[in-house]
């Protein structure tokens, strides 16, 4: 079965590098926390606000180790007053049996105001 891990993570300020080093953490506590090889992955959807021009954060999942043939793209967010800015959100679509309710996302830095339901 295909399930769904959200996660998400700000950067203090549009650059290439932190959002390359953000998206890269972000991905690396969601394959980490739930067990995600690559070749369980089904594809990647990545979402930046639109205040996030700098960088694309594809390159920066395509560049962990093995993860180079994952399908991935990337997207701009809703631009929705009074939204988080600065905000890279990740949807991983992998083939797991892990049952939906325990299935671990990821949220980071000013992130974790999104779903503090689902903040450890």
């Given at each position: 079965m295909i399930r769904g891990i959200r996660g998400a993570s700000t950067i203090a300020y549009d650059?290439?590098?932190?959002?390359?080093?953000?998206?890269?953490?972000l991905m690396e506590r969601i394959i980490k926390d739930n067990e995600v090889l690559p070749?369980?992955?089904?594809?990647?959807?990545?979402?930046?606000?639109?205040?996030?021009v700098s960088a694309f954060p594809a390159k920066a999942?395509?560049?962990l180790p093995k993860w180079e043939y994952v399908?991935?793209?990337c997207t701009h967010e809703m631009n929705v007053p009074n939204g988080l800015p600065l905000c890279i959100r990740v949807l991983v679509h992998v083939n797991t049996t892990v049952p939906q309710n325990e299935i671990q996302h990821i949220y980071l830095n000013e992130a974790v105001k999104l779903r503090p339901d689902?903040?450890?």
């Open positions: 650059n290439p590098a932190l959002v390359m080093q953000e998206t890269k953490n070749e369980n992955v089904a594809s990647v959807i990545i979402s930046t606000t639109a205040d996030i999942v395509r560049s399908p991935v793209m689902l903040t450890k």
